[in-house]
């Protein structure tokens, strides 16, 4: 079953555009991931919010985890056409004793040039 | 570092056929994690090992699915008696630490006809 859910399934932008992806998950994490995936390659680690962090930076991204609404964003500033890929968010439960990351199904971005 | 390797990178097989996948992770990495990813979908955990120990299993590895750790380095994933529904892309990831982000392989797309 997943845990995650992404929302919009897809987002189309112009490039220079701001991109905003959303998360929402079912039980208690741990932390939070986000991960980009290009057409038919493995997934690339983007970031990790934890548990106790609301919000974090790296680069052009900016997530935000707000634990009560049980929910995540993902913000990409000034998008360029290469930010174009599906992005999955993922939750890592560890403290219940799984050891697996739960995806969601992800959002497909396309970043017109 | 040479990242996650896994191969061979696509796999046509008939139905009933056993079909074997391996994965390189990195080096320092003692976690190993197999996912499953269907088109349109996040990927699924299937198994998790940490050095040679398998400690954890999804309900979707039915008994037709196996995978060995042995002396904590490479991995491989079986199946046996492949079914259709078994198309997917198999996906390897490694990581250093629970609570740390995934390094994934490009994945082993595999096609039963």
């Known amino acids: 079953s997943q845990q995650g859910e992404e929302d919009p399934q897809a987002l189309s932008i112009q490039e220079g555009e701001n991109a905003t992806m959303n998360c929402s998950y079912k039980t208690s994490i741990n932390n939070l991931q986000w991960y980009r995936q290009n057409s038919g390659r493995g997934l690339v680690h983007l970031i990790l919010i934890r548990s106790n962090e609301r919000e974090k930076h790296s680069g052009r991204l900016r997530v935000t985890l707000d634990t009560s609404k049980k929910s995540s964003s993902l913000l990409i500033t000034a998008s360029r056409a290469a930010d174009t890929a599906s992005y999955f968010c993922?939750?890592?439960?560890?403290?219940?004793?799984?050891?697996?990351?739960?995806f969601g199904k992800g959002t497909k971005l396309s970043v017109i040039p | 570092d040479t990242g996650v390797s896994q191969n061979p990178r696509h796999k046509i097989t008939k139905r009933g056929q056993n079909v074997t996948f391996r994965c390189d992770p990195i080096s320092e990495h003692n976690r190993l994690y197999w996912y499953r990813q269907t088109l349109g979908q996040g990927p699924e955990f299937l198994t998790y090992?940490?050095?040679?120990?398998?400690?954890?299993k999804s309900r979707l590895l039915s008994d037709r699915f196996s995978a060995e750790r042995p002396k904590g380095s490479f991995s491989t994933l079986e199946i046996q008696r492949t079914e259709q529904g078994d198309s997917a892309m198999y996906l390897c990831?490694?990581?250093?630490?629970?609570?740390?982000?995934?390094?994934f392989g490009s994945g082993t797309r595999l096609t039963v006809v």
């Open positions: 090992f940490q050095n040679e120990a398998q400690l954890e």
């Open positions: 990831a490694s990581s250093v630490l629970t609570g740390k982000g995934y390094t």
């Open positions: 993922a939750t890592d439960q560890s403290g219940a004793g799984s050891y697996q990351l739960t």
